[in-house]
């Protein structure tokens, strides 16, 4: 996690560029974003329910592919805001920023449910190499490679997503400074695309050259980090002015969107099993570009204006907590009632209740912190 939805919300000080800016990327106003706390609450309602049994109507992968597009276009355009300001990016103070938002949450999370799987209260199993392979961002390969009977607590393999973000952002910020120090910034976006074209040719080889399995390919770093790459790319997207104003017509503007919509219905629709292990990801990032474009350049607009309403964006804020804690909490709830449905909302509403107390006494007080490392 994914994850974008980790991203701390006092450097979320960007939002669209005005209509008109000549050759400006697609994120120059200190301002926060618009829609993005939207498109975390939609991505976490996404994985929510399909974790809660609807797996076979909501596609749960479709959420962290979400979180992942949208990770990539805020950390990328923070990095370009702060190359553009400085001629450089601390990337010492980048690490420093993420382990202060990300850790506190997760280290929580599982000291208790490690604890708790081992006293018998939540079911799983609770070993010291488990809980340091989900703790230091090596989930994903633990559960492929070195645990294949998954004994780790119920609920927690949802951390693999938070390693392939890591993994990513290991890289990541060196080698898009050496871009931006070294390459046109008008073919950045072409040398991400080519990074994702490798990708996808790599899980092709994968599914079709090796036999490897559906797990491998959806949960493996090497996979599925083009998903974060096609949200790098609209963030160092230059519009000359002739493009842009063309996209800012209204019959621009819902032919965009319909195409993104089309597109993310189209790789859910089709059930072939080579496609949905290798071009259904490639399909999802590129159908994400028009609507996080428009999303956030219009947020007003049918059907964006969603994304802003205050209890959505509230949600959105709550999301990595919810995150962390919501399968843990689906998988260990049967004491509460006899009705599947009972348990399933009182899982929500613990969720939500963890959410908010991370917030409260974890998040609010580190943002001080963290913000002596912009």
């Not at 490679?145 to 693999?160: R, S, Y």
């Not at 996808?200 to 998903?227: N, P």
Request: proline share 4%.
């Amino acid at each position: 996690m994914t994850v974008a939805h980790a991203k701390q919300r006092d450097d979320e000080v960007l939002t669209a560029e005005r209509p008109g800016a000549a050759g400006s990327m697609v994120h120059t106003q200190h301002k926060e974003i618009a829609s993005l706390d939207g498109w975390r609450a939609v991505a976490i309602a996404i994985v929510f329910l399909s974790h809660a049994g609807l797996g076979k109507i909501v596609p749960g992968g479709l959420g962290v592919t979400i979180f992942f597009f949208l990770s990539g276009y805020l950390i990328t355009t923070l990095l370009v805001r702060e190359f553009t300001k400085t001629g450089g990016i601390n990337i010492r103070h980048f690490y420093v920023r993420r382990v202060l938002r990300l850790t506190p949450p997760l280290l929580l999370v599982l000291t208790i449910t490690y604890l708790l799987t081992h006293y018998g209260v939540f079911t799983g199993h609770a070993g010291w190499s488990g809980f340091f392979a989900q703790l230091f961002y090596f989930a994903n390969y633990y559960v492929l490679f070195f645990d294949a009977g998954h004994t780790v607590p119920q609920g927690t393999g949802v951390f693999w997503s938070l390693a392939v973000e890591e993994h990513f952002y290991f890289v990541f910020p060196a080698l898009f400074m050496l871009l931006m120090r070294r390459a046109d910034h008008r073919r950045i976006p072409l040398y991400l695309l080519g990074l994702c074209a490798a990708f996808l040719a790599w899980r092709y080889y994968l599914v079709v050259g090796t036999g490897s399995s559906m797990e491998r390919t959806y949960y493996a770093t090497d996979t599925r980090i083009d998903s974060i790459l096609f949200g790098c790319i609209l963030a160092t997207l230059k519009l000359p002015d002739a493009w842009r104003a063309f996209l800012m017509r209204p019959a621009a503007r819902m032919v965009g969107v319909g195409a993104g919509v089309f597109l993310l219905l189209l790789s859910l629709v089709v059930r072939d099993d080579v496609f949905r292990e290798t071009l259904r990801y490639s399909v999802q990032g590129v159908a994400l570009i028009p609507l996080f474009f428009y999303s956030v350049s219009h947020p007003q607009s049918f059907p964006f204006r969603w994304l802003n309403l205050r209890w959505v964006q509230r949600i959105g804020i709550y999301s990595y907590s919810i995150y962390l804690s919501h399968e843990v909490l689906l998988s260990n709830v049967d004491w509460v009632s006899s009705n599947p449905a009972l348990n399933i909302l009182a899982a929500l509403v613990f969720s939500l209740l963890f959410a908010m107390l991370v917030d409260r006494f974890i998040d609010v007080p580190l943002r001080a912190v963290r913000a002596r490392f912009r």
